[in-house]
Nanobody, 127 residues
């Protein structure tokens, strides 16, 4: 079993920052791409950011570019989403996902391609 556990969500005022962390454990696969997605009530799941297993490739959605940064620590099996200058429209449930792959620089924005998912952590930004 592979487990992804997110942490770091919460309530923050507009303009504030939060740091989401995703811990990957269980059956180990040596390399995986990772991503963050979010879903607000009544809306479809939305891509936020992705990172290759080498860390050499990152992608961010246009809506968060310049405000959110994705990174990873493979020694600790963690993936981090640093969020700054948060806006009320960033309010959503944020989930991390992992896709086993041997391609060092591969990422994908398509949620259906990810095999493993966390339970999610709620981020609420007040105006």
């Amino acid at each position: 079993q592979v487990q992804l556990v997110e942490s770091g969500g919460g309530l923050v005022q507009a303009g504030g920052s939060l740091r989401l962390s995703c811990a990957v454990s269980g059956r180990t696969f040596s390399t995986y791409a990772a991503g963050w997605f979010r879903q607000a009530p009544g809306k479809e799941r939305e891509f936020v950011a992705a990172i290759s297993w080498s860390g050499g490739t990152t992608n961010c959605a246009d809506s968060v570019k310049g405000r959110f940064t994705i990174s990873r620590d493979n020694a600790k099996n963690t993936v981090v989403l640093q969020m700054t200058n948060l806006k009320p429209e960033d309010t959503a449930d944020y989930s991390c996902a992992a896709l086993p792959t041997r391609r060092m620089y591969f990422t994908t924005t398509q949620w259906a391609e990810y095999e493993y998912w966390g339970q999610g952590t709620q981020v609420t930004v007040s105006s």
